[in-house]
Nanobody
Framework: QLQLVESGGGLVQPGGSLRLSCAAS????????IGWFRQAPGKEREGVSC????????YYADSAKGRFTISRDNAKNTVYLQMNSLKPEDTGVYYC???????????????????WGQGTQVTVSS
């Protein structure tokens, strides 16, 4: 079992930055990829970014490209999402999710993930 805990959310002005953290515990080697998703009020949960453990391949939604960077620190069992140039439309609850095995890997499909954190709120507003 993999446990995931997000942190780092908060209130930030447009154009500002935040760094989200996803700390993993439990069987920390037992995952194939970690993804970041967000959910705005009244909207579907959508994929933002993902990093694959085997080769550190990274994936981004078009809305995140050029502004967000996903990375990992294996020693700390933590995956980060650095978010720059934040916009009001980035507002939402951000979740990290772990996929256990390689099969059926479509990074932005939330249904393929086996583990989820509790989420952290990000609000971009002046």
């Amino acid at each position: 079992q993999l446990q995931l805990v997000e942190s780092g959310g908060g209130l930030v002005q447009p154009g500002g930055s935040l760094r989200l953290s996803c700390a993993a515990s439990g069987f920390t080697l037992d995952y194939y990829a970690i993804g970041w998703f967000r959910q705005a009020p009244g909207k579907e949960r959508e994929g933002v970014s993902c990093i694959r453990r085997s080769d550190s391949s990274t994936y981004y939604a078009d809305s995140a490209k050029g502004r967000f960077t996903i990375s990992r620190d294996n020693a700390k069992n933590t995956v980060y999402l650095q978010m720059n140039s934040l916009k009001p439309e980035d507002t939402g609850v951000y979740y990290c999710a772990g996929k256990r095995r390689a099969g059926g890997f479509v990074w932005a499909n939330r249904r393929i993930y086996d583990y989820w954190g509790q989420g952290t709120q990000v609000t971009v507003s002046s």
